[in-house]
Structure formats: structure tokens, C-alpha cells
């Protein structure tokens, strides 16, 4: 079974405009929530993080919200640049005392100039 | 430095093969990890080493063994591996172990078992 889900394998947006990457998860019990990317033969960069106990954490052009009744959190990067293309993924944790990170199968931005 | 190191970038090997994977970080984080990912798939974890002593193993298979000489450096030995085990090994380490802590990715190694 799935925990973390990232339903949209693909996604393509203008240069400029913004992109959304969603991720959905069904253990209520994750605390802690990251995003990584990823470029080809590279490993995954640490992103952005946000806490159960937050509904948004913004860094630069990066946010993420966190709608925790839903079990959902969303990737918001505004302006989208063409060296934003990447595969995206989401990760979640149980918090402190656990070392597992959970992720997603990822989204694959791709951001056209 | 930000950055965590591993070597080799590519390996061949074959099935009678011994061979050692390394990984290494000068961020002073108490916390590594080993990650296998196979294509179009995500991380999944393998070890968790916490302050040079192994405290996870997530029923990796012998023919892996993990070792942790020094809190810099992370080893993987490889005996007797067989080709469904080609894939990207990543390490990663982070400040403490424990989920509040972002774990940071080396390049990772990509294995072909022959």
C-alpha cells in the first residue's frame, strides 16, 4: 500500500507561470512533510519542509502548503524557470524517533521557455 | 562544505565479484543513510547508521554489509550480488537521525551486476 502518492507522473508548464505538484498521503500519523528534486544521474536535493504543526512554509520562489484534514500538500513554485525541470518528490515522515522517509513516486516538471 | 561525496559514479560487477561502495560528508551530521532506487521508482531505505552504529536494517539481504569506520564515512561491501540488484545506490546523511532532520543526497552509484 501506497502511503505517499503523487498521482501526476508528468507535468509541463510555461516559463513564468506557476507550477503545482501535489502529493497525498493516507497515514495520518506522518508529522513532517519534504519535497526533493531531482535531476538525471544525480541524487535528490533537499527542497523545502513543512511540519504537521504549519499549513504553509515559504522559501524564495518555493512553497508549500499543507492541508493536514485532507491529507494533501501542494508544491508552488512561482515564477516556473526552464532550470526548475526536474522530477519532484515527496517525502513524509513520522517525526522525531523515526528514520524512514517515505516518498512518492515522483512528478516530472518540465518547464518550457 | 555542503556536499555529500560518492564513489565510484558507475560499477560494473559480477556475480562472484566483491566490491565496496563509499560515501563521505565533512558536514559533521551524526546520521547516514543507504538508499536503493531502482528506475522510475522511488528511494527506499536500506540502512540507517546514528552516531557510527547501525541502527536500522530494513532486512537487506547478507550479500550487502554496511560498515561505518568513522562518523565522515560510510562503506557498503558487495559479495556475491545477482542482477536484480543493479541499480542507483544513494547515501545521504543528516544532522541527527530522527524525522525532523532533512537528509541530504550524495550523486549516488550507479551498479550493474552482470
Known amino acids: 500500500d501506497q502511503q505517499v502518492k503523487q498521482n501526476s507522473p508528468s507535468l509541463s508548464v510555461q516559463e513564468g507561470r506557476i507550477s503545482i505538484l501535489n502529493c497525498d498521503y493516507t497515514n495520518s500519523m506522518f508529522d513532517y512533510f519534504l519535497w526533493y528534486k531531482k535531476y538525471p544521474a544525480e541524487g535528490p536535493t533537499f527542497l523545502i519542509s513543512?511540519?504537521?504543526?504549519?499549513d504553509k512554509n515559504e522559501d524564495g520562489r518555493f512553497t508549500v502548503f499543507l492541508n493536514k484534514s485532507a491529507k494533501h500538500l501542494s508544491l508552488h513554485i512561482v515564477p516556473s524557470q526552464p532550470g526548475d525541470s526536474a522530477v519532484y518528490f515527496c517525502a513524509a515522515s513520522l517525526g522525531a524517533g523515526s528514520y524512514q522517509l517515505t516518498f512518492g513516486k515522483g512528478t516530472k516538471l518540465s518547464v518550457i521557455p | 562544505d555542503t556536499e555529500v561525496t560518492q564513489t565510484p559514479k558507475h560499477l560494473v560487477m559480477g556475480m562472484t565479484n566483491k566490491k565496496s561502495l563509499k560515501c563521505e560528508q565533512h558536514m559533521g551530521h551524526r546520521a547516514m543513510y543507504w538508499y536503493k532506487q531502482k528506475a522510475k521508482k522511488p528511494p527506499e531505505l536500506m540502512f540507517v547508521y546514528s552516531y557510527e552504529k547501525l541502527s536500522i536494517n530494513e532486512s537487506v539481504p547478507s550479500r550487502f554489509s554496511p560498515e561505518c569506520p568513522n562518523s565522515s564515512l560510510l562503506n557498503l561491501h558487495l559479495h556475491a550480488l545477482q542482477p536484480e540488484d543493479s541499480a542507483l545506490y544513494l547515501c545521504a546523511s543528516s544532522l541527527l537521525a530522527g524525522g525532523y532532520n532533512e537528509q541530504f543526497f550524495g550523486p549516488g552509484t550507479r551498479l550493474t551486476v552482470l
Open positions: 513543512i511540519s504537521s504543526i504549519k
